[in-house]
């Protein structure tokens, strides 16, 4: 494992979860924390340019985080497709006990602050997204322009954002 170099793509949102390596091949997770969690898991040869090209986002912005940040985005990830009934395919299921992904202990809400990724949901507003999430993934649309799009933020974040508006 020490061999890889670990990057996440910058936005928030679906994210790219990337272990890169020179000397095999790298590993990409492609993970919707907002919603039904492990969306893909696939092997790569290549740069984060080459990706860049291949995924067509030539503006794609990585950034670099440690092997336990990365895990923690898969876990996370793992944890929600769990709950919502989300289907992995054998290559995440592979890399997932690799990595020993369930060792990596995420308690709380099923989904994080969608503004800090970490901060608790409030327990109602978890209940809710796990209820579009499932009912979207039986109908197919998420994912898709059906879809429902939401932003939930925890209690610190909307503290934060009521202080900006009212200074
Ligand atoms: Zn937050």
Redesign the pocket.
């Known amino acids: 494992m020490n061999d890889f170099t670990c990057y996440r793509t910058e936005d928030l949102g679906s994210i790219l979860v990337l272990l890169y390596s020179e000397k095999q091949s790298s590993v990409i997770y492609f993970v919707d924390p907002w919603k039904i969690g492990i969306l893909d898991c696939f092997l790569f040869e290549g740069d984060l340019d080459n990706i860049r090209q291949e995924m067509n986002m030539p503006d794609l912005k990585f950034t670099q985080i440690d092997l336990t940040m990365a895990k923690y985005f898969i876990a996370m990830g793992k944890r929600i497709s769990k709950r919502v009934g989300t289907p992995l395919n054998s290559m995440a299921n592979k890399w997932n006990a690799k990595l020993e992904i369930d060792n990596v202990e995420i308690s709380g809400s099923i989904y994080?602050?969608?503004?800090?990724?970490?901060?608790e949901l409030d327990t109602q507003e978890d209940a809710k997204i796990i209820g579009i999430a499932k009912r979207e993934l039986k109908r197919k649309v998420a994912g898709t322009i059906k879809e429902k799009q939401y932003y939930y933020?925890?209690?610190?974040?909307k503290d934060k954002l009521h202080k900006t508006h009212t200074v």
């Open positions: 994080k602050c969608f503004s800090c990724e970490t901060g933020i925890c209690k610190d974040c």
